[in-house]
């Protein structure tokens, strides 16, 4: 659909691939074609989960540094927005995520990592937040996305050191959920995703919410809007067919209605 970034549907499976050679350096084009990709996928009806996928070699090396490097406050003050909408626009996608990491995951590769749900890394992966070697702090959700994920500690370890972390220990603090062999990683995410096909997509998005936005809020605040998405779902034909497949000791043939 794009010049750096492609949308493949395949059995109720989209997969976002990222191709700027030569390591998916996230250009403004870049940005704005993840943006559009999101919610190509978000809206669409027969999708029921996402892959987000830099190829063989590696996820992403992060934002383009080239771009970047003569840009003034201003300049940055405008398009820091853009950087932050883009992935935004991933985390929001309201069905299962799963990104695919391969090589490199690193600074904005990183911060789009922690856009999907879940992660798959491969066993040579690396992941990161190097942005503090630039004299710079990440910009593109990480120093929130992260410590939310990982703990604070752990969080500012990563961004006060900028270093590089390794498959095994992203999996040992949480920051990956699985690690397999490199060659692997694209299938191993496949099948994860292949999981929620035939799901009750309704419910699926409003636990997705539900999470997502209860953790941004108080304890009551969020109670309440697990309260409301549950009673929401009584209206849905999948909450119906559910119940009474349960009751038929039967397994539910969902519509995503």
């Known amino acids: 659909m794009g010049e750096f970034v492609s949308v493949e549907v ?18 403004g084009q870049a940005q704005r074609e993840i943006e559009e990709a999101a919610g190509l996928v978000d809206a669409d009806p027969l999708v029921q989960a996402v892959i987000l996928y830099g190829g063989e ?3 992403a090396a992060g934002v383009d540094i080239k771009e970047m490097a003569d840009m003034s406050y201003a300049d940055m003050s405008a398009h820091s927005a853009t950087l932050q909408g883009c992935f935004t626009a991933v985390a929001r996608i309201g069905k299962p995520v799963i990104a695919a990491v391969t090589g490199y995951a ?5 911060e789009l990592a922690l856009c999907a749900d879940f992660r798959v890394a491969g ?4 992941l990161g937040q190097p942005e503090i070697l630039l004299g710079l702090i990440p910009g593109a959700g ?12 752990r969080a500012k370890d990563l961004i006060f050191t900028g270093r590089h972390v390794p498959a095994a220990e992203a999996l040992a603090m949480g920051l990956v ?6 060659e692997q990683v694209y299938t191993a995410a496949l099948e994860w995703a292949a999981t929620f096909v035939g799901g009750p997509s309704v419910a699926l998005r409003a636990a997705k919410q539900a999470v997502d936005q209860g953790l941004e809020t108080d304890l009551d605040t969020g109670l309440e809007i697990e309260r409301l998405q549950f009673s929401g779902l009584f209206a849905t034909e999948d909450a119906k067919l559910g119940m009474r497949a ?3 000791k039967s397994k539910a043939k969902f519509t995503g209605r």
């Open 57 to 59: 070699r590696v996820f």
């Open 177 to 182: 959920d699985r690690v397999v062999p490199d």
């Open 10 to 27: 395949a059995d109720q499976i989209a997969t976002i691939r990222l191709d700027r050679p030569k390591m998916n350096a996230l250009s």
């Open 123 to 126: 066993e040579s992966a690396k």
């Open 246 to 248: 349960f009751m038929d």
């Open 106 to 110: 690193l600074g904005g590769g990183c």
């Open 142 to 153: 990480g120093s929130q996305r992260l410590p939310r994920l990982i703990g604070p500690a």
